[in-house]
């Protein structure tokens, strides 16, 4: 036996033998790639320290790793299908990684964001490449299992990078999760040249260059616009990229429309099965990565649990999504894909309409039903839709068809994001403006707290100091004779204190009211989107490639021929 597997699927003539192997490879490739975005949430306050970084600067940090990888992925796709799916997922870990080395070793906010940027652009090369490769390397028969066990890795990432990077930030600095994707991605690169057969369409002509184009600038503005908007007003810069959008948009439409080989034919967009799964995917994600963006934060600052324990805290989502990913599999083929995703989509809408009783009493166990309910929410619906996706793709165009499903994933995941983060900011200034009313604070003191729940107790933080500052004067001042003094400092210092809890127990009141407004948005958003995707998938099939009646081979004949090397 070969080292090295270079024996095309298609060759053989029978089901490969490791494909599961396989498949463990490809998970473990995407498993790095969503994590390295979930980590990032607890490692930022030590980053946050470290490198002096503003809002703005953390902000971009966080995104500056999203725009690449939302706006590259259809353009890579397509790439990897013509010259090689394989190679496409080898060099996007080599990117990936040198990316991961680079951003563990700058010392500047710039720095931090360019490598983050340069770990964007190979995750686009990998998310596309995995679900390209695991279509291309199971039968059809085996497909949906296959893709149930990806989606629930990714449910898994969700939950494992914070518990990760907690465990490594109580002995390490920072650095740490950047440097623990360096060694995964190696062995995923040893794993893919031994395990995974390579892969590449049978008949691929010229990539249509300017449709690839095309998507990268509509869809870089639009993720662009939905960062800069929200976070840092309506202003120049994100006015610019939301006209960019919608004309880089309609312009890749009337392009791909007449084009005879589109990079993504967007009439499939029309067919019911395919828009619905499309439209679900983004929904769940802009649900779940929003509530994960809030519950951290709540878990962190509100509950006081350390990075760590924040990680273990959100295990509950990832055991759920494992018990969902294996219920679909069960009921999908009986009782059919368009019953299965909307009980997951209503199921998503309970999660989030639990977490509207959060208040200032509400403590973690208050959390565990409502990160139970969203994980087996997760497992149910978003199974059956990407099967459903990769099914309406040929052969030829799997890397597409992957980038597709990947994008809607991204856009819902940074639009929750925006949205939801864009509630709970505004919310959270308004019920601590309300809650702090009356008070005698420092000058600026309640316009820096406004700005997040880490800065409102940091600023109790800062007047409680003062006030231990005062009361130590006032000792010394008692034990020099200096007793009028001694009582004038002792007021203040008392008032200070009082002042100061005042703040803290204001800070996470508003908090948590916030968090309860912003989930009933998300559930208004969420139980809109599931009466949509009810209406748009149809009640014949079960969401199984070779089931589904509106599948791309049939659309276009010409376009199918088995993947090959």
Not at 148 to 159: D, F, K
Not at 485 to 500: N, R
Request: charged share 15%; proline share 4%.
């Amino acid at each position: 036996m070969r080292l090295v597997m270079n024996e095309p699927v298609e060759g053989m003539d029978r089901p490969y033998a490791r494909r599961w192997w396989a498949l463990l490879v490809l998970c473990l490739s995407l498993l790095i790639i969503v994590m390295a975005n979930t980590a990032l949430t607890v490692a930022a306050p030590d980053m946050t320290q470290d490198l002096g970084l503003s809002s703005a600067d953390l902000q971009w940090v966080i995104d500056g790793y999203t725009v690449p990888y939302a706006a590259l992925m259809l353009l890579l796709g397509a790439i990897g299908d013509k010259y090689s799916r394989r190679g496409a997922l080898i060099l996007g870990l080599v990117v990936f990684g040198g990316g991961a080395i680079a951003g563990s070793l700058v010392g500047s906010s710039t720095g931090v964001i360019a490598a983050r940027a340069v770990m964007g652009v190979g995750a686009a090369l990998i998310m596309p490449a995995t679900l390209s490769l695991l279509a291309a390397t199971f039968p059809r028969e085996e497909r949906a299992k296959a893709i149930t066990l990806w989606t629930a890795t990714a449910g898994l990432a969700i939950a494992a990078g914070p518990l990760v990077a907690g465990a490594l930030l109580e002995h390490h600095g920072w650095s740490s999760t950047f440097l623990i994707n360096v060694p995964i991605a190696a062995l995923a690169i040893v794993g893919a040249l031994v395990l995974v057969p390579p892969s590449r369409a049978a008949h691929h002509h010229r990539i249509d260059h300017v449709g690839g184009l095309l998507s990268v600038i509509w869809i870089g503005s639009l993720v662009y616009m939905i960062i800069e908007g929200p976070h840092f007003g309506w202003g120049v810069k994100a006015v610019t990229a939301a006209v960019v959008a919608g004309a880089g948009l309609v312009a890749f439409v009337v392009w791909e429309l007449r084009h005879p080989r589109p990079v993504v034919d967007v009439r499939r967009f029309a067919h019911r099965r395919f828009a619905g799964s499309n439209l679900a995917v983004a929904l769940f994600f802009l649900a779940v990565f929003g509530a994960f963006y809030y519950l951290t934060q709540h878990l962190q600052f509100v509950l006081g649990y350390d990075a760590l324990d924040t990680g273990v805290r959100m295990l509950p989502l990832a055991g759920a999504v494992f018990v969902g990913s294996a219920l679909t599999g069960y009921l999908t083929p009986r009782i059919g894909m368009k019953i299965t995703v909307t009980a997951g989509m209503v199921g998503g809408t309970a999660a989030l309409a639990l977490l509207t009783r959060v208040d200032a009493a509400s403590s973690y166990g208050d959390l565990v039903l409502p990160l139970a309910i969203l994980g087996l929410a997760i497992g149910l619906a978003l199974s059956p839709c990407t099967d459903a996706i990769m099914g309406a793709f040929p052969e030829a165009e799997l890397g597409v068809g992957g980038a597709v499903n990947d994008t809607s994933l991204e856009l819902g995941g940074s639009l929750g994001i925006a949205i939801l983060g864009s509630v709970l900011a505004s919310s959270y200034s308004a019920h601590l403006s309300d809650a702090t009313a009356g008070s005698k604070l420092p000058a600026g003191a309640l316009s820096t707290a406004q700005d997040s729940v880490g800065a409102g107790y940091a600023v109790a933080q800062g007047i409680g100091d003062k006030a231990r500052q005062l009361g130590e004067q006032a000792a010394r001042a008692g034990q020099a004779g200096n007793t009028e003094k001694a009582a004038q400092l002792k007021a203040q210092a008392d008032q200070l204190a009082h002042g100061a809890q005042r703040m803290a127990d204001a800070v996470g009141s508003s908090f948590s009211d916030a968090v309860a407004h912003t989930s009933l948005i998300g559930a208004v958003i969420l139980g809109v989107g599931t009466v949509l995707v009810a209406f748009l998938l149809p009640r014949k099939g079960n969401g199984h490639p070779g089931e589904a009646p509106e599948r791309a081979a049939e659309e276009q004949p010409e376009l199918t021929g088995a993947a090959t090397r």
